[in-house]
C-alpha cells in the first residue's frame, strides 16, 4: 500500500504500512469515507506528519 507521507515518516513507518492489521485498517477506512462525511479529508489522513519531519 501506498502512503503519502513525509519521506522520513515514510522510512521509520514502512515496516508498520506493509502489516496485516494496517491493511484491515485501511479498508475500514476506506469504508468509512465511502458510507459517512469523514473528517480530515482522505488525502490529509497524515498531514500532521508534514509538519513534523
Do not use: G
Not at 500500500?1 to 515514510?10: A, L, Q, S
Not at 513507518?13 to 502489516?19: H, I, K, P
Request: with cysteine.
Amino acid at each position: 500500500m501506498e502512503v503519502n507521507i513525509e519521506e522520513k515518516w515514510k522510512q521509520e513507518l514502512t515496516s508498520q504500512f506493509t502489516q496485516p492489521y494496517f491493511k484491515a485498517l485501511s479498508e475500514f477506512v476506506h469504508s468509512e469515507y465511502a458510507a459517512h462525511k469523514i473528517y480530515p479529508p482522505a488525502k490529509l489522513i497524515f498531514s500532521a506528519f508534514d509538519n513534523c519531519p
